[in-house]
């Protein structure tokens, strides 16, 4: 069970991602959490996000629960408020 989690999206890392045979530039983002134990887990690899909206982070958090995640106690990111309306709605009760 992961009792945090650590949103890791620099915010000035973007990268040339090929998309619908385009080149487009997209947010990368790495998705680490802390077990029980203490311990840093990768739970996403850094993966590209075409946008940052509620919807792309609500899917990602549905992925990760697919995966195993069953409960979230802490978020730590920045103050990206399309992800706390998807971690609210995912995980109600998670801190900031």
Same mark, same amino acid.
């Given at each position: 069970?992961?009792?945090?989690?650590?949103?890791?999206?620099?915010?000035?890392?973007?990268?040339?991602?090929?998309?619908?045979?385009?080149?487009?530039?997209?947010?990368?983002?790495?998705?680490?959490?802390?077990?029980?134990?203490?311990?840093?887990?990768?739970?996403?690899? *850094?993966?590209?996000?075409?946008?940052?909206?509620?919807?792309?982070?609500?899917?990602?958090?549905?992925?990760?629960?697919?995966?195993?995640?069953?409960?979230?106690?802490?978020?730590?990111?920045?103050?990206?408020?399309?992800?706390?309306?998807?971690?609210?709605?995912?995980? *109600?009760?998670?801190?900031?």
């Amino acid at each position: 069970m992961t009792s945090a989690i650590w949103y890791r999206g620099r915010m000035v890392l973007y990268e040339k991602v090929r998309y619908d045979g385009q080149m487009v530039s997209m947010t990368i983002l790495l998705i680490c959490g802390i077990n029980e134990a203490g311990r840093r887990e990768v739970l996403a690899a *850094p993966r590209p996000m075409l946008e940052e909206s509620c919807e792309t982070y609500t899917q990602l958090l549905d992925q990760l629960k697919q995966r195993g995640l069953q409960s979230l106690a802490l978020v730590i990111s920045g103050a990206h408020a399309e992800l706390a309306a998807a971690v609210r709605k995912n995980f *109600p009760g998670a801190s900031w």
